[in-house]
């Protein structure tokens, strides 16, 4: 099990999990319409944060499931 540096109640690991999914979902709308707009410099960093993101979710999701 990888816990984070400051282990988080399981609600509050819950909340994160949340807002994480909350706020890749804003991130893909807004690259969606970067793409629209034909504004590909931004793309690669929407991808970038989103990635990370996603990562994050993922490790928090599994800390999760450890409890």
């Known amino acids: 099990m990888k816990m984070t540096n400051q282990t988080m109640s399981k609600s509050n690991l ?7 999914k909350l706020e890749i979902k804003v991130l893909e709308h807004r690259q969606e319409e970067r793409v629209i707009d034909k504004k590909l410099d931004a793309i690669i960093i929407y991808d970038t944060t989103i990635m990370v993101l996603k990562k ?8 999760l499931a450890s409890y």
Do not use: D, F, T, V
């Open 56 to 63: 994050r979710l993922e490790e928090s999701e599994a800390e």
């Open 14 to 20: 819950i909340n994160h999990i949340n807002h994480l």
